[in-house]
Protein backbone atom coordinates (compact mmCIF):
# COMPACT_ATOMS: atom_id res chain seq x y z
CA UNK A 1 0.00 0.00 0.00
CA UNK A 2 3.20 2.17 0.59
CA UNK A 3 2.56 3.09 -3.66
CA UNK A 4 -1.02 3.39 -3.38
CA UNK A 5 -1.75 7.35 -4.80
CA UNK A 6 -5.41 8.49 -4.41
CA UNK A 7 -6.92 8.83 -8.55
CA UNK A 8 -7.46 12.41 -7.61
CA UNK A 9 -3.55 13.15 -7.04
CA UNK A 10 -2.02 10.23 -9.54
CA UNK A 11 -4.48 11.46 -12.62
CA UNK A 12 -4.20 15.44 -11.50
CA UNK A 13 -3.63 16.67 -15.07
CA UNK A 14 0.21 17.69 -15.73
CA UNK A 15 -0.51 19.01 -19.60
CA UNK A 16 -3.10 21.42 -21.19
CA UNK A 17 -4.64 18.48 -22.97
CA UNK A 18 -5.14 15.97 -19.94
CA UNK A 19 -7.98 18.85 -18.50
CA UNK A 20 -10.78 16.50 -18.54
CA UNK A 21 -13.84 19.09 -19.66
CA UNK A 22 -11.72 22.71 -20.78
CA UNK A 23 -10.86 22.24 -24.66
CA UNK A 24 -11.76 25.87 -25.53
CA UNK A 25 -10.44 27.55 -22.75
CA UNK A 26 -6.76 25.47 -22.37
CA UNK A 27 -6.97 25.96 -26.43
CA UNK A 28 -6.68 29.77 -25.67
CA UNK A 29 -3.90 29.51 -23.01
CA UNK A 30 -1.98 26.88 -24.97
CA UNK A 31 -1.88 29.74 -28.06
CA UNK A 32 -1.19 32.82 -25.90
CA UNK A 33 2.14 30.88 -24.66
CA UNK A 34 3.38 29.93 -27.82
CA UNK A 35 3.19 33.13 -29.53
CA UNK A 36 4.35 34.59 -26.47
CA UNK A 37 1.57 37.19 -25.31
CA UNK A 38 1.23 37.07 -21.78
CA UNK A 39 -0.67 39.01 -19.23
CA UNK A 40 0.21 40.01 -16.08
CA UNK A 41 -2.78 38.90 -14.15
CA UNK A 42 -5.23 36.49 -14.68
CA UNK A 43 -8.42 35.27 -13.23
CA UNK A 44 -9.99 32.06 -12.94
CA UNK A 45 -13.34 31.75 -12.15
CA UNK A 46 -15.86 28.58 -11.75
CA UNK A 47 -17.41 26.16 -9.46
CA UNK A 48 -15.07 23.86 -7.18
CA UNK A 49 -13.67 20.97 -9.12
CA UNK A 50 -13.67 21.97 -12.67
CA UNK A 51 -9.80 22.46 -13.30
CA UNK A 52 -8.60 25.80 -11.99
CA UNK A 53 -5.83 24.92 -9.84
CA UNK A 54 -4.63 22.44 -12.29
CA UNK A 55 -4.58 25.05 -15.31
CA UNK A 56 -2.59 27.13 -13.21
CA UNK A 57 -0.22 24.80 -11.92
CA UNK A 58 0.10 23.78 -15.81
CA UNK A 59 0.18 27.37 -16.80
CA UNK A 60 3.26 28.23 -14.36
CA UNK A 61 4.96 24.64 -15.57
CA UNK A 62 4.40 25.61 -19.18
CA UNK A 63 5.98 28.93 -18.75
CA UNK A 64 9.36 28.27 -17.39
CA UNK A 65 9.54 25.29 -19.71
CA UNK A 66 12.73 25.16 -21.36
CA UNK A 67 12.21 23.40 -24.15
CA UNK A 68 8.14 23.86 -24.40
CA UNK A 69 6.39 22.23 -27.84
CA UNK A 70 4.99 23.83 -30.42
CA UNK A 71 1.64 23.68 -29.78
CA UNK A 72 2.36 25.49 -26.29
CA UNK A 73 2.72 22.70 -23.81
CA UNK A 74 5.47 21.83 -21.21
CA UNK A 75 7.84 19.24 -22.30
CA UNK A 76 7.95 17.41 -18.56
CA UNK A 77 11.60 16.65 -19.10
CA UNK A 78 14.00 19.99 -18.47
CA UNK A 79 14.76 20.56 -14.74
CA UNK A 80 12.29 23.37 -14.37
CA UNK A 81 9.36 20.70 -15.67
CA UNK A 82 10.79 17.96 -13.23
CA UNK A 83 11.08 20.72 -10.21
CA UNK A 84 7.32 21.70 -10.92
CA UNK A 85 6.39 18.24 -11.11
CA UNK A 86 8.46 17.41 -8.07
CA UNK A 87 6.08 19.71 -6.22
CA UNK A 88 9.13 21.74 -5.56
CA UNK A 89 9.78 24.90 -8.01
CA UNK A 90 10.51 27.83 -6.44
CA UNK A 91 8.78 29.86 -9.21
CA UNK A 92 5.61 28.63 -8.19
CA UNK A 93 3.86 30.33 -4.74
CA UNK A 94 0.46 29.07 -4.07
CA UNK A 95 -1.75 31.12 -1.56
CA UNK A 96 -5.29 30.38 0.20
CA UNK A 97 -7.22 33.41 0.67
CA UNK A 98 -9.71 31.26 2.48
CA UNK A 99 -7.41 30.69 5.60
CA UNK A 100 -5.19 33.60 5.00
CA UNK A 101 -7.00 36.29 3.88
CA UNK A 102 -5.25 39.40 6.64
CA UNK A 103 -3.38 41.99 5.55
CA UNK A 104 -0.22 40.46 7.30
CA UNK A 105 -0.38 37.57 5.13
CA UNK A 106 -0.67 39.70 1.77
CA UNK A 107 2.39 41.63 2.96
CA UNK A 108 4.16 38.92 3.04
CA UNK A 109 3.26 38.06 -0.16
CA UNK A 110 3.89 41.44 -1.51
CA UNK A 111 7.44 40.65 -0.30
CA UNK A 112 7.67 37.78 -2.50
CA UNK A 113 6.77 39.27 -5.09
CA UNK A 114 9.97 41.18 -5.24
CA UNK A 115 12.35 38.66 -5.21
CA UNK A 116 13.29 37.51 -8.52
CA UNK A 117 13.29 34.11 -9.85
CA UNK A 118 16.72 32.02 -9.41
CA UNK A 119 15.99 29.44 -11.65
CA UNK A 120 13.59 30.03 -14.86
CA UNK A 121 11.63 33.35 -16.41
CA UNK A 122 8.51 33.63 -14.35
CA UNK A 123 7.34 33.23 -11.10
CA UNK A 124 3.70 32.63 -10.75
CA UNK A 125 1.43 33.33 -7.47
CA UNK A 126 -2.14 31.93 -7.59
CA UNK A 127 -4.53 33.14 -4.87
CA UNK A 128 -7.54 30.59 -4.24
CA UNK A 129 -10.52 31.86 -3.30
CA UNK A 130 -9.74 35.71 -4.05
CA UNK A 131 -12.81 36.72 -2.84
CA UNK A 132 -12.58 35.69 0.73
CA UNK A 133 -9.50 38.30 0.99
CA UNK A 134 -10.52 40.92 3.80
CA UNK A 135 -10.52 44.63 2.22
CA UNK A 136 -7.38 45.41 4.26
CA UNK A 137 -5.93 42.74 2.50
CA UNK A 138 -7.55 43.91 -0.90
CA UNK A 139 -5.85 47.29 -0.66
CA UNK A 140 -2.99 45.91 0.61
CA UNK A 141 -2.47 43.88 -3.41
CA UNK A 142 -3.88 46.33 -5.44
CA UNK A 143 -0.59 48.59 -6.08
CA UNK A 144 1.02 44.92 -6.35
CA UNK A 145 -1.40 43.98 -8.45
CA UNK A 146 -1.12 47.50 -10.69
CA UNK A 147 2.27 47.40 -11.67
CA UNK A 148 4.06 43.52 -10.79
CA UNK A 149 7.54 43.31 -11.45
CA UNK A 150 7.90 41.96 -15.15
CA UNK A 151 8.97 38.05 -14.10
CA UNK A 152 5.64 38.18 -11.83
CA UNK A 153 2.19 36.57 -13.03
CA UNK A 154 -0.82 36.18 -10.80
CA UNK A 155 -3.33 33.77 -11.13
CA UNK A 156 -6.27 34.86 -9.19
CA UNK A 157 -9.26 32.02 -8.60
CA UNK A 158 -12.41 32.19 -7.01
CA UNK A 159 -15.60 30.27 -7.11
CA UNK A 160 -17.80 33.37 -6.91
CA UNK A 161 -16.88 35.80 -9.88
CA UNK A 162 -19.59 38.24 -8.43
CA UNK A 163 -17.83 38.61 -5.28
CA UNK A 164 -14.80 40.69 -6.60
CA UNK A 165 -15.05 43.66 -6.99
CA UNK A 166 -15.00 45.77 -10.28
CA UNK A 167 -11.60 46.94 -9.54
CA UNK A 168 -9.90 43.62 -9.36
CA UNK A 169 -11.98 42.74 -12.39
CA UNK A 170 -10.46 45.19 -14.92
CA UNK A 171 -6.73 44.29 -13.95
CA UNK A 172 -7.13 40.86 -15.01
CA UNK A 173 -7.82 38.06 -17.67
CA UNK A 174 -10.66 36.56 -17.30
CA UNK A 175 -11.40 32.36 -17.96
CA UNK A 176 -14.38 30.91 -16.90
CA UNK A 177 -13.85 27.74 -16.23
CA UNK A 178 -17.44 24.76 -17.41
CA UNK A 179 -19.02 22.76 -14.84
CA UNK A 180 -17.11 19.26 -16.53
CA UNK A 181 -20.23 17.67 -18.46
CA UNK A 182 -21.38 13.94 -17.56
CA UNK A 183 -19.81 13.00 -21.06
CA UNK A 184 -16.49 14.23 -20.05
CA UNK A 185 -15.98 12.87 -16.98
CA UNK A 186 -17.36 9.21 -18.05
CA UNK A 187 -14.70 9.65 -20.62
CA UNK A 188 -11.94 10.39 -18.02
CA UNK A 189 -12.82 7.82 -15.93
CA UNK A 190 -13.10 5.40 -18.54
CA UNK A 191 -9.53 5.59 -18.94
CA UNK A 192 -8.62 6.08 -15.52
CA UNK A 193 -10.42 2.58 -15.41
CA UNK A 194 -8.49 1.18 -18.29
CA UNK A 195 -5.05 2.30 -16.44
CA UNK A 196 -5.80 0.80 -13.67
CA UNK A 197 -7.13 -2.34 -14.76
CA UNK A 198 -10.37 -2.07 -13.68
CA UNK A 199 -13.11 -3.41 -14.84
CA UNK A 200 -16.15 -0.16 -14.62
CA UNK A 201 -19.62 -0.89 -16.50
CA UNK A 202 -20.25 3.15 -18.77
CA UNK A 203 -23.39 3.26 -17.00
CA UNK A 204 -21.99 2.55 -13.58
CA UNK A 205 -19.28 5.34 -14.49
CA UNK A 206 -22.61 7.25 -15.05
CA UNK A 207 -23.69 7.26 -11.87
CA UNK A 208 -20.29 8.09 -10.85
CA UNK A 209 -20.28 11.36 -13.01
CA UNK A 210 -23.82 12.50 -11.42
CA UNK A 211 -22.84 12.13 -7.87
CA UNK A 212 -20.05 14.13 -8.46
CA UNK A 213 -21.96 16.77 -9.82
CA UNK A 214 -19.51 18.52 -12.14
CA UNK A 215 -16.49 18.34 -9.95
CA UNK A 216 -13.49 16.13 -11.59
CA UNK A 217 -11.69 15.76 -8.18
CA UNK A 218 -14.91 14.47 -6.69
CA UNK A 219 -15.17 12.15 -9.27
CA UNK A 220 -11.86 10.33 -8.65
CA UNK A 221 -12.12 10.67 -5.06
CA UNK A 222 -15.99 8.48 -5.14
CA UNK A 223 -14.32 6.34 -8.32
CA UNK A 224 -11.63 5.05 -5.75
CA UNK A 225 -14.30 4.45 -3.40
CA UNK A 226 -16.52 2.48 -5.51
CA UNK A 227 -13.53 0.58 -6.98
CA UNK A 228 -12.59 -0.67 -3.42
CA UNK A 229 -16.33 -1.41 -2.09
CA UNK A 230 -16.65 -3.14 -5.15
CA UNK A 231 -12.96 -4.97 -5.58
CA UNK A 232 -12.28 -3.60 -8.93
CA UNK A 233 -15.46 -4.23 -10.57
CA UNK A 234 -17.27 -1.59 -10.95
CA UNK A 235 -21.10 -2.56 -12.22
CA UNK A 236 -24.05 -0.70 -12.09
CA UNK A 237 -25.54 -2.06 -8.71
CA UNK A 238 -22.42 -1.93 -6.72
CA UNK A 239 -22.00 2.00 -8.08
CA UNK A 240 -25.92 2.43 -6.86
CA UNK A 241 -25.50 0.04 -3.65
CA UNK A 242 -22.04 2.02 -2.31
CA UNK A 243 -23.17 5.39 -3.10
CA UNK A 244 -26.60 5.07 -2.08
CA UNK A 245 -27.93 6.64 -5.18
CA UNK A 246 -32.00 6.45 -6.70
CA UNK A 247 -31.83 4.40 -10.12
CA UNK A 248 -33.54 5.63 -13.15
CA UNK A 249 -35.49 2.52 -13.77
CA UNK A 250 -37.02 3.27 -10.45
CA UNK A 251 -38.22 6.59 -12.29
CA UNK A 252 -39.17 5.14 -15.14
CA UNK A 253 -41.52 2.51 -13.49
CA UNK A 254 -42.94 5.23 -11.30
CA UNK A 255 -43.28 7.41 -14.61
CA UNK A 256 -45.51 4.46 -16.26
CA UNK A 257 -47.47 4.65 -13.17
CA UNK A 258 -48.33 8.27 -13.16
CA UNK A 259 -49.45 7.99 -17.01
CA UNK A 260 -51.49 5.10 -16.00
CA UNK A 261 -52.80 6.82 -13.30
CA UNK A 262 -52.33 4.45 -11.24
CA UNK A 263 -52.00 5.80 -7.75
CA UNK A 264 -51.60 2.56 -5.84
CA UNK A 265 -48.19 1.56 -7.80
CA UNK A 266 -46.54 4.80 -7.14
CA UNK A 267 -47.33 4.68 -3.51
CA UNK A 268 -45.71 1.08 -3.67
CA UNK A 269 -42.74 2.39 -5.61
CA UNK A 270 -42.50 4.97 -2.63
CA UNK A 271 -42.44 2.40 -0.05
CA UNK A 272 -39.98 0.77 -1.61
CA UNK A 273 -37.25 3.73 -1.72
CA UNK A 274 -38.38 4.20 2.17
CA UNK A 275 -37.71 0.69 2.67
CA UNK A 276 -34.21 1.26 1.23
CA UNK A 277 -33.55 3.76 3.43
CA UNK A 278 -33.90 6.62 1.39
CA UNK A 279 -34.80 10.26 2.58
CA UNK A 280 -38.02 11.06 1.42
CA UNK A 281 -36.95 14.82 0.72
CA UNK A 282 -34.34 13.18 -1.51
CA UNK A 283 -36.56 11.31 -2.87
CA UNK A 284 -38.89 14.65 -4.20
CA UNK A 285 -35.87 16.31 -5.07
CA UNK A 286 -34.19 13.36 -6.98
CA UNK A 287 -37.60 12.78 -8.76
CA UNK A 288 -37.97 17.09 -9.68
CA UNK A 289 -34.65 16.55 -11.13
CA UNK A 290 -35.91 13.48 -13.55
CA UNK A 291 -38.95 15.52 -14.72
CA UNK A 292 -36.79 17.88 -15.43
CA UNK A 293 -34.59 16.17 -17.35
CA UNK A 294 -37.71 14.54 -19.10
CA UNK A 295 -38.77 18.09 -20.31
CA UNK A 296 -35.05 18.60 -21.61
CA UNK A 297 -35.14 15.61 -23.52
CA UNK A 298 -38.90 15.70 -25.13
CA UNK A 299 -37.49 18.51 -27.94
CA UNK A 300 -34.46 18.17 -29.78
CA UNK A 301 -33.86 22.21 -29.03
CA UNK A 302 -32.76 21.65 -25.05
CA UNK A 303 -31.22 18.12 -25.36
CA UNK A 304 -28.02 19.54 -25.35
CA UNK A 305 -29.38 21.31 -21.64
CA UNK A 306 -29.75 17.06 -20.76
CA UNK A 307 -26.60 16.05 -19.19
CA UNK A 308 -26.46 12.00 -18.99
CA UNK A 309 -24.27 9.96 -21.11
CA UNK A 310 -25.44 8.22 -23.82
CA UNK A 311 -27.65 5.49 -23.04
CA UNK A 312 -29.63 6.95 -20.24
CA UNK A 313 -30.04 10.07 -22.42
CA UNK A 314 -31.58 7.50 -24.75
CA UNK A 315 -33.70 5.93 -22.32
CA UNK A 316 -34.71 9.39 -21.07
CA UNK A 317 -35.44 10.65 -24.94
CA UNK A 318 -37.63 7.15 -24.90
CA UNK A 319 -39.75 8.09 -22.00
CA UNK A 320 -40.45 11.90 -22.79
CA UNK A 321 -42.33 11.34 -25.81
CA UNK A 322 -44.92 9.02 -23.74
CA UNK A 323 -44.96 12.85 -22.10
CA UNK A 324 -47.22 15.72 -23.08
CA UNK A 325 -45.11 19.06 -21.76
CA UNK A 326 -48.14 20.17 -19.75
CA UNK A 327 -48.11 16.85 -17.78
CA UNK A 328 -44.42 17.22 -17.29
CA UNK A 329 -44.47 21.11 -16.00
CA UNK A 330 -47.24 19.87 -14.09
CA UNK A 331 -45.41 17.71 -12.11
CA UNK A 332 -42.75 19.43 -11.82
CA UNK A 333 -44.78 22.28 -10.25
CA UNK A 334 -46.45 20.00 -7.81
CA UNK A 335 -42.95 18.42 -6.39
CA UNK A 336 -41.81 21.91 -6.27
CA UNK A 337 -44.47 22.46 -3.98
CA UNK A 338 -43.69 19.30 -1.73
CA UNK A 339 -40.18 20.71 -1.36
CA UNK A 340 -41.13 24.07 -0.02
CA UNK A 341 -43.45 22.61 2.25
CA UNK A 342 -41.83 19.46 3.28
CA UNK A 343 -39.87 21.22 6.19
CA UNK A 344 -43.34 22.57 7.66
CA UNK A 345 -45.45 19.10 6.91
CA UNK A 346 -45.90 17.59 10.19
CA UNK A 347 -46.60 14.03 8.31
CA UNK A 348 -43.91 14.15 5.18
CA UNK A 349 -44.88 10.76 3.93
CA UNK A 350 -48.27 11.96 3.83
CA UNK A 351 -47.19 14.83 1.33
CA UNK A 352 -45.24 12.81 -0.62
CA UNK A 353 -48.09 10.16 -0.86
CA UNK A 354 -50.56 13.40 -1.80
CA UNK A 355 -48.09 14.90 -4.25
CA UNK A 356 -47.77 11.23 -5.87
CA UNK A 357 -51.31 11.10 -6.16
CA UNK A 358 -51.99 14.51 -7.46
CA UNK A 359 -49.56 13.96 -9.96
CA UNK A 360 -51.52 10.79 -10.90
CA UNK A 361 -54.26 13.47 -11.39
CA UNK A 362 -52.69 15.56 -13.47
CA UNK A 363 -51.61 13.34 -16.45
CA UNK A 364 -54.46 14.90 -18.13
CA UNK A 365 -55.41 18.15 -17.04
CA UNK A 366 -59.26 19.10 -16.45
CA UNK A 367 -60.96 21.56 -19.04
CA UNK A 368 -62.68 23.43 -15.91
CA UNK A 369 -59.06 24.79 -14.92
CA UNK A 370 -56.89 26.62 -15.92
CA UNK A 371 -54.22 26.23 -12.58
CA UNK A 372 -51.71 23.66 -12.89
CA UNK A 373 -53.09 20.51 -11.00
CA UNK A 374 -55.52 22.41 -9.60
CA UNK A 375 -58.88 20.37 -10.72
CA UNK A 376 -58.45 16.68 -9.82
CA UNK A 377 -60.26 13.88 -11.91
CA UNK A 378 -61.97 11.43 -10.10
CA UNK A 379 -59.13 9.13 -8.39
CA UNK A 380 -61.23 5.69 -8.71
CA UNK A 381 -61.38 5.18 -12.12
CA UNK A 382 -57.89 4.19 -13.80
CA UNK A 383 -57.04 6.63 -16.96
CA UNK A 384 -55.69 5.88 -19.48
CA UNK A 385 -52.25 6.44 -21.01
CA UNK A 386 -52.43 10.72 -22.25
CA UNK A 387 -52.49 10.94 -25.96
CA UNK A 388 -50.53 13.70 -26.79
CA UNK A 389 -51.96 15.57 -29.16
CA UNK A 390 -55.07 15.68 -27.46
CA UNK A 391 -54.22 16.49 -24.32
CA UNK A 392 -52.58 19.78 -25.76
CA UNK A 393 -55.92 20.74 -27.71
CA UNK A 394 -57.67 20.83 -24.43
CA UNK A 395 -54.89 22.63 -22.43
CA UNK A 396 -55.28 24.81 -25.42
CA UNK A 397 -58.50 26.09 -24.98
CA UNK A 398 -58.23 26.37 -21.49
CA UNK A 399 -58.09 29.53 -21.13
CA UNK A 400 -61.13 31.08 -22.85
CA UNK A 401 -63.65 32.85 -20.12
CA UNK A 402 -67.01 31.58 -19.46
CA UNK A 403 -69.60 32.81 -20.74
CA UNK A 404 -71.52 35.07 -17.86
CA UNK A 405 -73.86 32.63 -15.89
CA UNK A 406 -78.13 33.86 -15.91
CA UNK A 407 -78.41 36.24 -13.56
CA UNK A 408 -80.89 34.25 -10.70
CA UNK A 409 -84.49 35.94 -10.74
CA UNK A 410 -83.73 37.96 -7.31
CA UNK A 411 -86.48 38.37 -5.21
CA UNK A 412 -86.68 42.43 -4.37
CA UNK A 413 -84.94 43.74 -1.84
CA UNK A 414 -86.06 47.12 -0.65
CA UNK A 415 -83.98 49.65 1.40
CA UNK A 416 -84.95 53.43 1.55
CA UNK A 417 -83.24 56.28 -0.35
CA UNK A 418 -84.38 60.00 -0.96
CA UNK A 419 -87.94 59.67 -1.21
CA UNK A 420 -89.33 56.41 -0.82
CA UNK A 421 -88.05 53.03 -0.77
CA UNK A 422 -85.80 52.23 -3.57
CA UNK A 423 -84.29 49.19 -5.19
CA UNK A 424 -80.85 48.84 -6.95
CA UNK A 425 -81.20 46.45 -9.88
CA UNK A 426 -79.99 43.15 -8.88
CA UNK A 427 -77.85 42.38 -12.21
CA UNK A 428 -75.24 45.00 -10.84
CA UNK A 429 -75.41 43.29 -7.61
CA UNK A 430 -74.71 39.89 -9.64
CA UNK A 431 -72.51 41.41 -12.12
CA UNK A 432 -70.41 42.72 -9.23
CA UNK A 433 -70.14 39.44 -7.92
CA UNK A 434 -68.83 38.15 -11.63
CA UNK A 435 -65.96 40.92 -11.62
CA UNK A 436 -62.95 38.50 -11.65
CA UNK A 437 -64.28 37.00 -14.93
CA UNK A 438 -65.90 40.43 -15.96
CA UNK A 439 -62.35 41.50 -16.09
CA UNK A 440 -61.26 39.18 -18.89
CA UNK A 441 -63.50 40.88 -21.48
CA UNK A 442 -63.18 45.06 -21.12
CA UNK A 443 -66.23 47.15 -19.57
CA UNK A 444 -68.13 48.74 -21.78
CA UNK A 445 -68.84 52.51 -21.35
CA UNK A 446 -70.01 54.21 -24.90
CA UNK A 447 -71.77 57.49 -24.33
CA UNK A 448 -75.63 57.55 -24.89
CA UNK A 449 -77.48 60.12 -25.24
CA UNK A 450 -81.52 60.50 -23.36
CA UNK A 451 -82.99 59.97 -26.87
CA UNK A 452 -80.74 56.64 -27.12
CA UNK A 453 -81.79 55.39 -23.80
CA UNK A 454 -85.36 55.73 -24.23
CA UNK A 455 -85.48 53.77 -27.42
CA UNK A 456 -83.73 51.36 -25.96
CA UNK A 457 -86.27 50.93 -23.09
CA UNK A 458 -88.81 50.92 -25.05
CA UNK A 459 -87.42 48.09 -27.30
CA UNK A 460 -87.67 45.98 -24.14
CA UNK A 461 -90.94 46.62 -23.44
CA UNK A 462 -91.95 45.98 -26.73
CA UNK A 463 -90.28 42.82 -26.31
CA UNK A 464 -92.68 41.88 -23.68
CA UNK A 465 -95.85 42.37 -25.32
CA UNK A 466 -97.67 40.02 -23.39
CA UNK A 467 -96.70 41.52 -19.90
CA UNK A 468 -99.51 43.56 -20.01
CA UNK A 469 -98.61 45.23 -16.05
CA UNK A 470 -94.95 45.39 -16.78
CA UNK A 471 -94.66 47.35 -20.51
CA UNK A 472 -97.67 49.68 -18.46
CA UNK A 473 -95.86 50.20 -15.43
CA UNK A 474 -92.15 51.08 -17.99
CA UNK A 475 -94.26 53.11 -20.16
CA UNK A 476 -95.17 55.19 -16.92
CA UNK A 477 -92.20 55.26 -15.13
CA UNK A 478 -89.03 56.36 -18.14
CA UNK A 479 -86.04 56.32 -15.38
CA UNK A 480 -84.87 59.70 -14.73
CA UNK A 481 -81.10 60.39 -14.76
CA UNK A 482 -79.82 60.66 -11.29
CA UNK A 483 -78.21 63.66 -10.22
CA UNK A 484 -74.07 64.15 -10.82
CA UNK A 485 -73.84 60.43 -12.47
CA UNK A 486 -73.75 59.48 -16.13
CA UNK A 487 -75.33 56.25 -16.28
CA UNK A 488 -77.04 55.76 -13.02
CA UNK A 489 -81.30 56.21 -13.23
CA UNK A 490 -83.87 56.44 -10.83
CA UNK A 491 -86.96 54.78 -11.91
CA UNK A 492 -90.03 56.20 -10.04
CA UNK A 493 -93.46 53.47 -9.65
CA UNK A 494 -96.69 54.25 -8.05
CA UNK A 495 -96.90 50.84 -5.95
CA UNK A 496 -95.70 48.29 -4.03
CA UNK A 497 -96.81 45.74 -6.68
CA UNK A 498 -94.55 48.01 -9.70
CA UNK A 499 -91.88 47.69 -7.11
CA UNK A 500 -91.95 44.04 -6.75
CA UNK A 501 -92.33 43.71 -10.91
CA UNK A 502 -89.63 45.69 -11.54
CA UNK A 503 -87.21 43.78 -8.71
CA UNK A 504 -87.96 40.90 -10.76
CA UNK A 505 -87.64 42.12 -14.47
CA UNK A 506 -84.50 44.63 -13.81
CA UNK A 507 -81.74 41.54 -14.42
CA UNK A 508 -82.90 40.75 -17.74
CA UNK A 509 -83.77 44.90 -18.30
CA UNK A 510 -80.12 45.94 -17.29
CA UNK A 511 -78.87 43.32 -19.51
CA UNK A 512 -80.95 44.51 -22.51
CA UNK A 513 -80.13 48.25 -21.62
CA UNK A 514 -76.22 47.54 -21.36
CA UNK A 515 -76.16 45.76 -24.34
CA UNK A 516 -78.29 47.90 -26.68
CA UNK A 517 -76.61 51.07 -25.44
CA UNK A 518 -72.98 49.11 -24.93
CA UNK A 519 -72.38 50.90 -21.52
CA UNK A 520 -71.78 48.20 -18.82
CA UNK A 521 -72.03 51.08 -15.99
CA UNK A 522 -76.18 51.74 -16.32
CA UNK A 523 -77.75 51.28 -13.35
CA UNK A 524 -81.51 51.66 -12.48
CA UNK A 525 -82.48 52.39 -8.81
CA UNK A 526 -86.47 51.82 -8.65
CA UNK A 527 -87.56 54.11 -5.59
CA UNK A 528 -91.73 54.24 -4.80
CA UNK A 529 -93.23 57.38 -4.83
CA UNK A 530 -94.67 58.97 -1.88
CA UNK A 531 -94.56 62.36 -2.17
CA UNK A 532 -97.70 64.86 -3.06
CA UNK A 533 -99.26 64.85 -6.48
CA UNK A 534 -97.27 61.89 -7.31
CA UNK A 535 -98.25 59.56 -10.02
CA UNK A 536 -99.69 57.26 -8.14
CA UNK A 537 -102.53 59.28 -8.52
CA UNK A 538 -102.51 58.82 -12.34
CA UNK A 539 -104.75 56.66 -14.45
CA UNK A 540 -103.14 54.73 -16.71
CA UNK A 541 -104.69 57.34 -19.53
CA UNK A 542 -103.28 59.94 -17.48
CA UNK A 543 -99.91 58.18 -18.13
CA UNK A 544 -100.31 57.20 -21.81
CA UNK A 545 -101.17 60.53 -22.42
CA UNK A 546 -98.38 61.92 -20.62
CA UNK A 547 -95.82 60.24 -22.35
CA UNK A 548 -97.19 60.74 -25.85
CA UNK A 549 -96.71 64.25 -24.82
CA UNK A 550 -93.51 64.04 -23.12
CA UNK A 551 -91.70 61.53 -25.24
CA UNK A 552 -91.57 61.87 -29.13
CA UNK A 553 -90.86 58.77 -30.05
CA UNK A 554 -93.39 57.15 -27.91
CA UNK A 555 -95.96 57.94 -30.20
CA UNK A 556 -94.24 56.51 -33.08
CA UNK A 557 -93.41 53.38 -31.22
CA UNK A 558 -97.20 52.93 -30.47
CA UNK A 559 -98.27 53.39 -34.01
CA UNK A 560 -95.07 50.96 -34.96
CA UNK A 561 -96.81 48.31 -32.63
CA UNK A 562 -100.19 48.86 -33.02
CA UNK A 563 -100.69 48.79 -28.87
CA UNK A 564 -103.68 49.28 -27.17
CA UNK A 565 -104.04 50.11 -23.38
CA UNK A 566 -105.19 46.90 -21.92
ZN1 LIG B 1 10.06 21.55 -19.70
Not at 171 to 187: E, H, K, L, P
Request: glycine share 4%; charged share 20%.
Amino acid sequence: MDHYLVSARKYRPSTFDSVVGQRALTSTLKNAIASGRLAHSYLFTGSRGVGKTSCARIFAKTINCEHPTADGEACNECASCRAFNAGNSLNIIEMDAASNNGVDAMRELVDQVMVAPTQGRYRVFIIDEVHMLSNAAFNAFLKTLEEPPAHVIFILATTEKHKIIPTILSRCQIYDFNTISIRDMVDHLKMVAANEGIAAEDSALALIARKADGAMRDALSIFDQVAASSRNNITRAAALESLNMLDHALFLRLLDAFLKGDVAQTWLIYKEVRSRGFDSHFFIAELAAFMRDLMVAREPATASLLDADASEAAQLTEAAQKCTPGFIYRAMCLLNEADLNYRTASGKQFLVELTLAKICQSVRPSTNSGRAGGQLKPIDRPAAPAEPAKVAKIANVEPMPMPAPKAPTPAPTLRPVGRGPTLRGRAQAASDERKPEATLTTQRSNPFTREAFVKAWETFMAAHPREQILVNTMRASVPQAAEGKDHAFVMTVANDMQLDLMGRQMPALLTHLRGSLENDLITIDVELETGPGSSSTWTEREVYENMRATIPSFSKFIADFELTLG
